[in-house]
């Protein structure tokens, strides 16, 4: 089946970086986009980043521009995002999303924590 | 960036009775590409959020067909014919037309 496992959040101090994976399984993974989805602490959802299905785009939220990267490895099915100068801010469940348009499968998130 | 709105931000509903919700946008959702790329998302307490409906009213499948979607150009409803006690939770919209793709700030539902 579908299976999107996210892996990497911890806490962090404010101005270091982290990198989150993403492993997928249960399909085929170069024929998708994929996003990363975060949710700070009892609020809602808010788009990150995308990544083509080829690599040959990547687009980010004004918030995250400049300080991440989504990135992806087609031999290992997986994507990435590294986060440097990582902010309070920045503190949230990170969602590993497939699907360029549909958002239609989602992990169950990896936990950063960014203290000052 | 889209603005997207939603109403109401928190809905108690009755078991068996109907619910509508509703999603706006601050321009057309219209894609260059002739599709609206406007979702709606379930987030159940504690689980991460899972695809209902894409492109207005394309229900996913395994969503029981009593939610549905309607709208166009800026305005969007959701409406579940008849609300099940496994319907709390909050439900969002997000469009994937223009970058940013943006959320919908969600509809918490619950039962009265």
């Known amino acids: 089946q579908v299976q999107l496992v996210e892996s990497g959040g911890g806490v962090v101090q404010s101005g270091r970086s982290l990198r989150l994976s993403c492993a997928t399984s249960?399909?085929?993974?170069?024929?998708?986009?994929f996003h990363w989805v975060r949710q700070a602490p009892g609020k809602g959802l808010e788009w990150v980043a995308l990544?083509?299905?080829?690599?040959?785009?990547?687009y980010y939220s004004d918030s995250v521009k400049g300080r991440f990267t989504i990135s992806r490895d087609t031999s290992k099915n997986t994507v990435f995002l590294q986060m440097n100068s990582l902010r309070v801010e920045d503190t949230a469940v990170y969602f590993c999303?497939?699907?360029?348009?549909?958002?239609?499968?989602w992990g169950q998130g990896t936990t950063v924590i960014v203290s000052s | 960036d889209v603005v997207m709105t939603q109403t109401p931000l928190s809905s108690p509903v009755t078991l068996g009775q109907p619910a509508s919700f509703s999603c706006r946008s601050s321009?057309?959702?219209?894609?260059?590409?002739?599709?609206?790329?406007l979702s709606w998302l379930q987030q159940r307490p504690g689980q991460p959020p899972k695809l209902l409906i894409n492109?207005?009213?394309d229900r996913v499948s395994g969503v029981p067909d009593r939610f549905s979607g309607s709208g166009a150009g800026t305005d969007f409803t959701l409406r579940i014919s008849r609300v099940e006690a496994e319907d709390v939770g909050v439900y969002y919209c997000?469009?994937?037309?223009?970058?940013?793709?943006?959320f919908g700030p969600g509809t918490m539902v619950d039962i009265k």
């Open positions: 999303v497939r699907d360029t348009y549909k958002f239609n499968a």
């Open positions: 249960g399909f085929t993974f170069s024929i998708y986009g």
């Open positions: 990544i083509w299905y080829d690599g040959s785009y990547t």
């Open positions: 321009q057309s959702l219209v894609h260059s590409d002739g599709n609206t790329y």
């Open positions: 492109k207005i009213s």
């Open positions: 997000v469009q994937a037309t223009h970058f940013p793709f943006t």
